[in-house]
Nanobody, 121 residues
Framework: QVQVVESGGDSVQAGGSLRLSCVSS?????????RSWYRQTSGNQRVFVAG?????????STDSSLKGRFTISQDSSKNTIYLQIDSLKPEDTTTYYC????????????WGQGTQVTVSS
């Protein structure tokens, strides 16, 4: 089992920045793949924001509204990934989720509880 915990969400003014963190547990019995950030839409779907693999290769969303303002990074020594969000807009207000893909007896995705970002104009 992989535990995933997000933090860093806050209420900020438009134009500000936030750095979200996601720490996940690590087990010698598991193999790990991509770790990613998603955010909730108004229709209750989770959309991909950015991902990073164990070698640090990143994948960004093709959504034009997300390009250029979201940067994913990691600190492998801390089993932590980060999402830097710059030039925040009110439409960025939502819950952000971290997903870890791992094989601890079968490949599956593990999700955290989410962290709330609220941007006021």
């Amino acid at each position: 089992q992989v535990q995933v915990v997000e933090s860093g969400g806050d209420s900020v003014q438009a134009g500000g920045s936030l750095r979200l963190s996601c720490v996940s547990s690590k087990s010698p019995n598991c193999r790990y793949s991509m770790r990613s950030w998603y955010r909730q839409t108004s229709g209750n779907q989770r959309v991909f924001v950015a991902g990073i693999d164990l070698d640090g290769r990143t994948t960004a969303s093709t959504d034009s509204s997300l390009k250029g303002r979201f940067t994913i990074s990691q600190d492998s020594s801390k089993n932590t990934i980060y999402l830097q969000i710059d030039s925040l807009k009110p439409e960025d207000t939502t819950t952000y989720y971290c997903k870890v893909t791992a094989n601890c007896g079968g490949w599956r995705d593990y999700w955290g509880q989410g962290t709330q970002v609220t941007v006021s104009s």
